[in-house]
């Protein structure tokens, strides 16, 4: 069973610029969740993506975007870079959306620097 | 408001000794809720669930719906517990996490 992997593991951008992070979700997982970590804070809820489409959304404004491809893997997009999105950003999936105790697999996560 | 919140940030104690990590929550109706563990240079993982009731690596928490807390504990903390500790929960089946802010746990020999 392959894990969740990320890329890339770390990405240095200048404010203004854009950036997309990706994700491959576990082995038969069909749904994939983002998170925002600043240092020091527990992860925030971005948005998640169910069979392509997005299935919830955390308190982020719209130049977080997302995709789902048909394979369950999934790109994050930030545009318009700003200083405060300097975090590690955790891709998490699991197996079956609205399933009571479902478990979130994390990947290793991509540090961005915004400069 | 759905809130996590773990009082702690920092918690030290002796190997041997017992160990509660604190969990309180907000949340209007039923939540499920986790552990996640992160080891150094190590991905976030689920240590336990209040649904499965299981006791993972010496762990066990119990969820108590009058004070809305969902403390970890464990007997006699060993050097290899040392790691972040996160409560978070979810939507029954949402799957969307709300984590707290994390507790390091430290186990001095």
């Known amino acids: 069973e392959t894990g969740v992997t990320q890329s890339p593991t770390h990405l240095i951008k200048t404010r203004g610029q854009q950036v997309t992070l990706r994700c491959s979700s576990q082995?038969?997982?069909?749904?994939v969740s983002w998170y925002q970590q600043a240092l020091g804070q527990g992860p925030q809820f971005i948005f998640q993506y169910y069979r392509e489409e997005e299935n919830g959304r955390g308190n982020f404004p719209p130049r977080f975007s997302g995709l789902q491809f048909p394979n369950y893997s999934s790109e994050l997009n930030v545009n318009a870079l700003e200083l405060d999105d300097s975090a590690l950003y955790l891709c998490?999936?699991?197996?079956?959306?609205?399933?009571?105790?479902?478990?979130?697999?994390f990947g290793p996560g991509t540090r961005l620097t915004v400069l | 408001a759905q809130r996590v919140t773990q009082p702690e940030k920092l918690l030290s104690v002796f190997k041997g000794a017992p160990v509660e990590l604190k969990c309180n929550y907000s949340?209007?109706?039923?939540?499920?809720l986790f552990w996640y563990v992160q080891y150094s240079r190590q991905r976030l993982q689920l240590l336990l669930r209040?649904?499965s009731r299981e006791s993972i690596k010496g762990f066990t928490a119990d969820l108590n719906k009058g004070e809305t807390s969902f403390h970890l504990k464990k007997p006699f903390a060993q050097e290899e517990d040392s790691a972040m500790y996160y409560c978070a929960l979810s939507n029954q089946g949402a799957q969307k996490l709300v984590f707290g802010q994390g507790t390091r746990l430290t186990i001095n020999p």
């Open positions: 998490a999936s699991s197996q079956k959306r609205g399933s009571p105790g479902n478990t979130q697999y």
């Open positions: 209040h649904i």
């Open positions: 949340y209007s109706g039923s939540p499920e």
């Open positions: 082995s038969g997982h069909n749904t």
